[in-house]
């Protein structure tokens, strides 16, 4: 088409799928964001990574860019809907405390991969974000691109039932999605990854494989008993711990690993509930359990990363 | 005393730089701004008398306020300072006494230069001292950021830390100038780290340069360069008459909807109409699942002909000057049809389970813990629809066919609940349900009932269009009452978590306008039994006391808000005293409108206050049991005159009313009424009802017992009606 070489999409013509993450990544290097790992274990978005969870709590600022990949099971297609992932990319961005200009450097990170704002009609819709499993909840918008939805943009008010103080921005882009966009195709599986494999030959078969085992090997029986035996040992440890008294707490304590159990709880409940397995009332039980975890965490970590805990370590 | 003030006023430009407000806040926010505003330079006293109030203006990214004229200083003032009494001030030699030199003190002022102020209490030592009048710049310095921060929103935010302020989106500006051109200054304050200034920022197109303004008129007009439209109402008309222009040539419209467009003004600076189009083959799919689509998800507007087709085309309203290369309109149409693609899948995968297949998959979804399962509920409305159907049966308002219509129709009212349709687009429950059971070849009546009965939503919604329908509804909104009030989630205050009120509305709405013969009482009752034979945590204490509660108060907001009659004419017709009652809920508005009519006459507003005078005497006198009491008038004890001529007169009305009655004729029952008055009048006048001998008083309270019951309080407790003024002439002695 004459009319695309109007686009500043033009110029990064066949902007791949890495291509765009190295691109959004450097944005975020260059604001001083530190580039983080993935985290290895499933979550069900990058919020959920210790890299945000902990660190937007407490006083001390921080800015960090990672990509995730995030697990929502109930969302499983067999790789058979072109949009619909059982995993799928994110890139995940905390800014702590937020610049007053957070929403240009968001729009400037776009311009990079080759979104201009004066061709496309960027809007910031209302739609307030939470977690209840991580007691965790923000007031944001989505960001809409032309109609499509491409990233959550989040001021976060609380994280494992603490208030926020300061306040961090969360900014989570749906990759898939701004490829499919960037690459002008519709279907998630023909996004070019690099400039000669698909995401069809990277994905495909592990998005089978995950919808067969989340929506038919999965027995909803083991995967109780899993949850149970996370949960139990999240309870164990945590039990130790607050059995001191409040001024004698442990300083040496494994407190990420509670916070895995945690995090492996909330995916099996995920499993639980794309199979239909939970009834609501059981739901709200189970989801009541996991954030008690996570709440506990919390507040051990804030004991931990407070001005007497440094005088101890010291 | 008061020195000679120049008054001089000057405009003033307030403008709040925000991160996009949500839309649905925007307007609200914007009427708060103005409101605040004007009321803080009235109590700060910087509007005269007859000044314009605030004019405000708002987009996404701004709330703009504009007073014409504020004074650029306070008027200065007299300050009265009372101290003690001149009695108490001065001893019996003449001399100031403690308290008056203490005060003096206080206000260091020696005592003979005190004044003797006369007050309402007496005359009192006092002191006047002249305040001068503030700088408005200084004194809404230190106003506006309670009149901005006070602004109402029912969710808020912090941005910077805990300790910072609150608002729905962080703000990034402040313009806050007085008087214009090159007189114009700042009002100095700060929110948050943002301090006010003379800059504002244009639309994003723009980038973030900061524009500088020192007038009203060349804010607006800079602001318009740089594609910022403040003005809603402009931007209304920009979108109404792009919306014409692009569909008028194709004789084509949108279809209209007033909600939609609210959102599409509050959400854009500088908005342009787009149309775009899809595939025809999503034609197929039902026109309310696709405007659903379009227009919940999408803000688009669904586009139809002439003759009301739905179109393979939509409007979408952005926020920039246009699209020249297409791309925008691409983008749209794109996830416009990964929307419709998947509605077209769970319309194919939805119509393989039958409805009633589903109906055992309801047992899996919970209503409410306490109240069970779809399944439960859908039990429950059986035997209430049941209930409903014998008595409209009994009246020959039903037949069998109608029947076996509403049972169906409630057996599947809530499969649809089940469907992937519902579970995504969860505002088309029962309209689902109603385009499925047509698809599925249930009678029309069925599949219509089922398509209705979550009506009507709200107020101004109408009721479902067939009896069937009603029916349903009806039985669906006393279900989620009484099995509410039954385990205890009965709305309290502002609190009503289950949305009860709004159920109640439903039940009186539906009562009123569509099932005018139901009696509301037996079907309640039907109601409660169920509710306490299948609710194990049901508390049955007092439940139908408080549902027939309920239902009166919500009786009386429809007939105040929606009938709209008058406070007291309502309070009269569901007063509980009423023998009528209020079961059939058409009749009782009936006798409410009829009530109303006649009670303007002067007539009727002696009666009002002759009812009154006589529940006065009886509630005194006689007490609550013989109030309520059945007794007769012995009429061998009645006297000669005015005491006969009352009674005859209550005997001749009363039957006179139960003919009347009996033929629902409530205007000439309350006309009829109203002709006791001069028996009523001269009875009072010459009568003494408290006479010495008991015998004579007791049955002249029965007299009055039986005017009371037959008469007053028959159809209306007349004694609630309030009587105005204009008839304070009634002899009332």
Redesign the interface.
């Given at each position: 088409m004459v009319?695309?070489s109007?686009?500043k999409r033009a110029a990064t013509k066949g902007l791949t799928f890495q291509d765009m993450i190295w691109r959004l990544t450097s944005f975020w290097a260059r604001q001083g964001a530190v580039v983080a790992l993935p985290y290895d274990l499933e979550v069900g978005a990058g919020t959920m990574c210790p890299e945000t969870f902990f660190r937007v709590l407490g006083p001390q600022p921080w800015n960090v860019v990672y990509v995730q990949p995030s697990r929502r099971p109930a969302d499983g297609r067999y790789g058979e809907n072109?949009?619909r992932l059982i995993k799928h990319t994110q890139l995940q961005v905390i800014l702590k405390?937020?610049p007053?200009?957070v929403?240009?450097i968001y729009?400037r990170s776009l311009g990079d991969i080759g979104i201009d704002?004066?061709?496309?009609?960027?809007?910031?819709?209302?739609d307030?974000w939470e977690a209840p499993t991580l007691g965790a909840w923000?007031?944001g918008?989505q960001v809409m691109?032309?109609?499509?939805e491409i990233t959550q943009f989040t001021?976060f008010?609380q994280s494992g039932g603490v208030?926020?103080?300061?306040?961090s921005v969360e900014l989570t882009y749906g990759l898939e999605r701004i490829a499919a966009?960037l690459q002008n195709v519709?279907n998630v599986y023909e996004v070019m990854w690099n400039k000669s494999v698909k995401y069809y030959e990277l994905r495909h078969r592990e998005e089978f494989e995950l919808s067969l085992y989340d929506f038919e090997s999965a027995s909803a029986e083991s995967t109780r008993q899993l949850f149970e035996i996370y949960e139990g040992e999240a309870a164990r440890l945590l039990k130790y711990y607050f059995n001191f008294d409040p001024s004698h707490r442990p300083a040496r304590f494994p407190l990420r690993k509670v916070y895995e159990f945690c995090l492996k709880c909330s995916h099996l409940f995920n499993i639980l509930d794309a199979r239909?397995a939970i009834?609501?009332?059981e739901r709200v039980g189970l989801i009541g359990r996991i954030r008690k975890i996570a709440t506990e965490v919390a507040q051990i970590y804030l004991e931990q990363s407070g001005p007497a805990a440094e005088v101890e370590s010291a | 005393m008061t020195a000679k003030q120049k008054q001089r006023t000057e405009p003033l430009l307030l403008e709040v730089g925000v991160e996009e407000i949500p839309a649905r806040f925007l307007a609200g926010a914007e009427r708060n701004l103005g409101e605040r505003l004007t009321e803080a330079l009235m109590r700060l006293r910087l509007l005269l008398p007859d000044a314009p109030p605030a004019g405000t203006f708002s987009t996404p990214r701004r709330l703009v306020a504009r007073v014409p004229a504020v004074l650029l200083r306070q008027p200065h003032q007299v300050e009265e300072i009372i101290g003690p009494p001149v009695k108490v001030a001065f001893g019996p030699d003449g001399k100031p006494t403690r308290a008056a030199e203490s005060f003096a003190e206080r206000n260091a002022i020696s005592v003979n230069r005190l004044l003797k102020i006369e007050t309402p209490k007496g005359l009192y030592l006092g002191l006047r001292k002249q305040v001068r009048g503030r700088f408005a710049r200084e004194i809404l310095g230190e106003t506006l950021p309670e009149v901005i921060l006070g602004i109402g929103f029912p969710k808020s935010m912090y941005w910077t830390s805990k300790t910072g302020p609150r608002f729905i989106r962080p703000i990034r500006w402040l313009v806050a100038i007085l008087a214009e051109g090159d007189k114009a200054r700042i009002i100095p304050f700060e929110i948050g780290g943002v301090r006010s200034g003379k800059s504002t920022y244009g639309h994003r197109v723009a980038r973030a340069k900061a524009i500088s303004v020192k007038s009203f008129d060349e804010y607006a007009a800079k602001l318009r360069e740089r594609q910022v439209e403040i003005d809603p109402q402009r931007r209304s008309e920009v979108i109404r008459s792009e919306i014409k222009a692009i569909l008028e040539d194709r004789g084509f419209n949108a279809v209209p909807d007033e909600e939609l467009h609210q959102w599409v003004i509050s959400s854009t600076e500088w908005p342009h109409a787009l149309i775009g189009g899809f595939d025809r083959r999503f034609l197929h799919l039902p026109r309310e699942i696709l405007i659903t689509v379009m227009r919940d998800h999408q803000k688009y507007f669904a586009v139809e002909s002439n003759s009301g087709a739905l179109q393979p085309n939509f409007v979408t309203i952005i926020n920039l000057a246009g699209d020249s290369a297409g791309l925008i309109r691409e983008g749209h149409e794109r996830v416009l049809t990964a929307r419709f693609a998947d509605a077209e899948f769970f319309w194919e995968t939805d119509l393989r389970v039958p409805l009633e297949a589903r109906q055992a998959l309801l047992e899996k979804v919970t209503y409410q813990a306490q109240m069970g399962s779809y399944a439960a509920k859908v039990e429950r409305m059986s035997v209430i629809a049941g209930g409903i159907c014998e008595e409209m049966e009994r009246q020959g308002s039903l037949d069998a066919t109608g029947r076996d219509q509403v049972l169906r129709a409630v057996r599947l009212s809530k499969c649809d609940l089940t469907t992937q349709m519902v579970r995504e687009f969860t505002e088309l429950q029962g309209i689902v349900g109603g385009l499925y059971a047509r698809e599925q070849n249930e009678p029309p009546m069925v599949a219509e009932a089922i398509y209705d009965h979550y009506k009507p939503a709200n107020a101004d919604d109408t009721c479902p269009r067939n009896k069937v329908g009603a029916i349903v509804a009806l039985a669906d909104r006393i279900d989620s009452v009484v099995a509410g009030f039954a385990v205890g989630l009965e709305p309290t205050g502002s609190s009503d978590p289950f949305g009860l009120r709004r159920a109640g509305n439903a039940i009186i709405k539906i009562a009123v306008e569509s099932l005018v013969e139901l009696d509301l009482a037996r079907v309640t009752a039907t109601a409660i039994d169920c509710a306490q034979g299948s609710l194990a945590s049901a508390n049955s204490v007092d439940l139908a006391r408080r549902v027939e509660s309920f239902l009166r108060e919500r009786m009386d907001f429809y007939f105040r808000e929606v009938a709209g009659l008058r406070y007291d004419t309502v309070r009269a017709v569901l007063s509980p005293s009423v023998p009528a009652g209020v079961s059939v809920p058409a009749v009782a508005l009936r006798r409410a409108q009829a009530l109303e009519m006649a009670r303007d006459t002067e007539d009727f507003l002696a009666l009002a206050a002759a009812a009154k005078r006589t529940r006065n005497i009886l509630t005194k006198s006689a007490g609550v049991d013989l109030l309520n009491s059945n007794a007769s008038v012995n009429s061998e004890l009645l006297q000669e005159g005015p005491e006969k001529e009352l009674f005859a007169a209550c005997e001749r009305i009363t039957k006179e009313l139960a003919a009347l009655v009996a033929q629902g004729d409530f205007e000439a029952s309350f006309r009829t009424m109203s002709g006791i008055r001069p028996q009523v009048d001269r009875f009072f006048d010459k009568v003494l009802v408290m006479a010495e001998e008991p015998a004579m008083r007791e049955n002249r309270l029965r007299l009055l017992v039986h005017l009371n019951r037959d008469i007053f309080a028959r159809l209306a407790e007349l004694s609630e009606i309030a009587v105005e003024t204009q008839v304070s002439s009634v002899r009332d002695r």
């Open positions: 009319q695309r109007l686009d072109p949009n405390p937020p007053a200009n929403q240009d729009l704002f004066r061709n496309h009609d960027i809007r910031f819709e209302e307030n923000g007031i918008w691109l032309d109609g499509l001021y008010q208030d926020l103080d300061p306040i966009f519709n239909a009834s609501v009332t | -």
